[in-house]
Nanobody
Framework: QVQLVESGGGLVQAGGSLRLSCAAS????????IAWFRQAPGTEREFVAA????????YYADSVKGRFTISRDNAKNTVYLQMNSLKPEDTAVYYC??????????????WGQGTQVTVSS
């Protein structure tokens, strides 16, 4: 079992940057692909980015491609989401999840509690 804790959210102006972290407990962290999803009020949870178990494979939603970068440090049991050129439409609660490499939320068995990102215009 894996427990995930997100951090790094906050309020930032449009065009700014934030780096989210997803810290995991458990010795099997490297056995899981990790993804970031986000959910804005009144909307469904949407896929943002995913990284494979080794970190050698990544995949991004079109809406964040070229602006966001996902990475992982298996020695630190941590996954990062570097978010640059932020836009107001990036405002959402961001969740990290552990599971099988996929864009589908159902492929991930373990979820964090989320961290709020607010981008002001």
């Amino acid at each position: 079992q894996v427990q995930l804790v997100e951090s790094g959210g906050g309020l930032v102006q449009a065009g700014g940057s934030l780096r989210l972290s997803c810290a995991a407990s458990g010795r099997t962290f490297s056995s899981y692909a990790i993804a970031w999803f986000r959910q804005a009020p009144g909307t469904e949870r949407e896929f943002v980015a995913a990284i494979s178990r080794s970190g050698g494979g990544t995949y991004y939603a079109d809406s964040v491609k070229g602006r966001f970068t996902i990475s992982r440090d298996n020695a630190k049991n941590t996954v990062y989401l570097q978010m640059n050129s932020l836009k107001p439409e990036d405002t959402a609660v961001y969740y990290c999840a552990a599971g099988v490499f996929s864009v589908l939320a159902g492929s991930y068995n373990y979820w964090g509690q989320g961290t709020q990102v607010t981008v002001s215009s």
